[in-house]
T-cell receptor, first 115, second 113 residues
Framework: AQKVTQAQTEISVVEKEDVTLDCVYE???????LFWYKQPPSGELVFLIR??????QNEISGRYSWNFQKSTSSFNFTITASQVVDSAVYFC????????????FGKGTRLHILP | EAQVTQNPRYLITVTGKKLTVTCSQN?????MSWYRQDPGLGLRQIYY???????DKGDVPEGYKVSRKEKRNFPLILESPSPNQTSLYFC????????????FGEGSRLTVL
């Protein structure tokens, strides 16, 4: 079965602190994609990153970085020097490519950045 | 502008009154799908379509129907809505099943009384 677990339901940090959002996934597919999406209070879903199962390179984009570790089935997301505008719900998403094409969302982590 | 458009954005209806939420994309994407978002549950996939005339059930298809007669449109049909279908609905598309990124519509908030 495919599954995405975001164990942190809600996190609060003070502005400028670093924060890591955890994501653990399960899949029997050998080929798959992982994503992070951001949902700000306005409600839209904003794409942040895509990583395929063959590419375990970590990635940095400005204050955002992602750590993909296939050995532990984790795809964690770190925000460095957080800002109030980072306050949102963040979803980790799994898309398997071998069998059906179901897309599995984690339940999301609500991040509060306190001024 | 590349986009996924859903209508209506907000709807209040009553139990049993058939309704359709439309979804249209202008990016010539093959893959389209519908999700519902409920508090504490994240987004759950209702139906998806890998191309015209090809649709498959997601994780929560009960009470919903879809059709894909044209590449750009993927309407979600609630034949007999019930209060447990009150939710925020998102339509999404991607170029194909092998091109991962999903583009989402702005969401449709549905209330069934």
């Amino acid at each position: 079965a495919q599954k995405v677990t975001q164990a942190q339901t809600e996190i609060s940090v003070v502005e400028k602190e670093d924060v890591t959002l955890d994501c653990v996934y399960e899949t029997r597919d050998t080929t798959y994609y992982l994503f992070w999406y951001k949902q700000p209070p306005s409600g839209e879903l904003v794409f942040l990153i895509r990583r395929n199962s063959f590419d375990e390179q970590n990635e940095i984009s400005g204050r955002y970085s992602w750590n993909f570790q296939k050995s532990t089935s984790s795809f964690n997301f770190t925000i460095t020097a957080s800002q109030v505008v980072d306050s949102a719900v963040y979803f980790c998403v799994l898309r398997g490519m071998n069998r059906d094409d179901k897309i599995i969302f984690g339940k999301g982590t609500r991040l509060h950045i306190l001024p | 502008e590349a986009q996924v458009t859903q209508n209506p954005r907000y709807l209040i209806t009553v139990t049993g009154k058939k309704l359709t939420v439309t979804c249209s994309q202008n990016m010539n994407h093959e893959y389209m799908s519908w999700y519902r978002q409920d508090p504490g549950l994240g987004l759950r996939q209702i139906y998806y379509s890998m191309n015209v005339e090809v649709t498959d059930k997601g994780d929560v298809p009960e009470g919903y129907k879809v059709s894909r007669k044209e590449k750009r449109n993927f309407p979600l049909i609630l034949e007999s809505p019930s209060p447990n279908q009150t939710s925020l609905y998102f339509c999404a598309s991607s170029l194909s099943r092998n091109t991962g990124e999903l583009f989402f519509g702005e969401g449709s908030r549905l209330t069934v009384l």
